[in-house]
């Protein structure tokens, strides 16, 4: 499949990086998804009903309670596909809670245009604000704590920087982006070291100046990490009896992540265990497309 070249204006482009954003990845996820829709035609349907001529006003319109992400994202669609055509109405900032009615972003320009970017834009926007509101209501559940909730590598491929972008619009934190960022001794590295202070230690040789974070499945493996000088340690599959023993044995010299099962409703009790972070997956991989609509009115 090949892909058309388009071009960014420099209000879209700067919106992008002010996200933290890489305007070019976002060009080329939007440029993929544009031509998976169309499919090397053109959209039969607009073609045959909508005059070439026609003008008209696109608003995204909040159908459901959450939290916003994306937006940048999805103007984009709209500004690749109408060129210098069409004029963009900031109606929503990402991170702000909408309500149903709540307007997103309206787009002026030519109706062909607009019905062509409209499902891109929706696609993105919508599953974007659903991470950011799983996000916020994980967020909001462990309000009071000192605990913060972070992402994992659970992403989907090609769009790791987008959903992780959503998380922070929802209030969480990233984990690392890349198996370069930092390391995480798994079960898998600890087996093939021949043990988990070997691991580590293997790993702090071959990479004295990156953060290490070691998973553990028992109090046993925290203390043996802990001694070896581990930064940050995963708790996996701990009860939560077994997360306060954990802080206990610490006691502040390391920090603690607990992951493995966790679930909204016991958010609140792990937090208050004095972990650190909470580690969820189901942020990018199990997040439900908060419900964005697209109303149409033509203007000319």
């Known amino acids: 499949m090949t892909y058309p070249t388009y071009r960014l204006s420099k209000d879209v482009s700067d919106r992008l990086a002010a996200a933290g954003l890489a305007p070019f990845d976002v060009e080329s996820v939007i440029a ?16 045959a009903t909508v005059p070439s001529s026609q003008q008209s006003r696109l608003a995204l319109v909040s159908r459901a309670s959450g939290v916003l992400a994306g937006v940048p994202v999805a103007a984009a669609v709209f500004a690749m596909v109408g060129d210098d055509d069409v004029r963009l109405e900031w109606e929503s900032e990402d991170g702000e809670r909408v309500t149903p009615g709540s307007r997103v972003l ?8 607009l019905l062509r970017a409209e499902r891109p834009a929706l696609n993105l926007l919508g599953h974007l604000s659903g ?22 590598r659970k992403t989907t491929p090609g769009l790791r920087a987008l959903e992780k972008y959503a998380v922070r619009c929802g209030g969480g934190r990233n984990h690392r982006m890349s198996l370069a960022d930092a390391a995480l001794v798994k079960d898998n590295h600890v087996a093939a070291a021949g043990g988990i202070a070997q691991a580590f230690r293997l790993v702090r040789a071959s990479s004295p100046d990156i953060p290490i974070e070691v998973e553990v499945d028992s109090l046993d493996q925290l203390t043996d990490v802990v001694e ?5 340690v995963l708790l996996d599959n701990f009860t939560v009896d077994q997360m306060r023993e954990a802080v206990q044995r610490v006691a502040g010299r390391v920090r603690l992540e607990a992951s493995g099962g966790l679930t909204l409703d016991v958010a609140a009790e792990v937090a208050a265990t004095g972990v650190d972070y909470l580690a969820v997956g189901a942020l990018t ?14 203007v000319g």
């Open 32 to 47: 993929r998804a544009l031509a998976e829709d169309l499919d090397g035609g053109v959209d039969v349907t607009t073609m």
């Open 106 to 113: 309206s787009v002026v320009g030519s109706t062909h245009a």
């Open 131 to 152: 991470i950011a509101t799983l996000t916020a209501r994980w967020v909001d559940a462990i309000a009071g704590s000192r605990a913060q909730i972070r992402d994992t």
């Open 228 to 232: 070896a000088g581990a930064d940050l």
């Open 285 to 298: 991989h199990s997040a439900p497309v908060l419900d964005i609509g697209a109303d149409l009115e033509t």
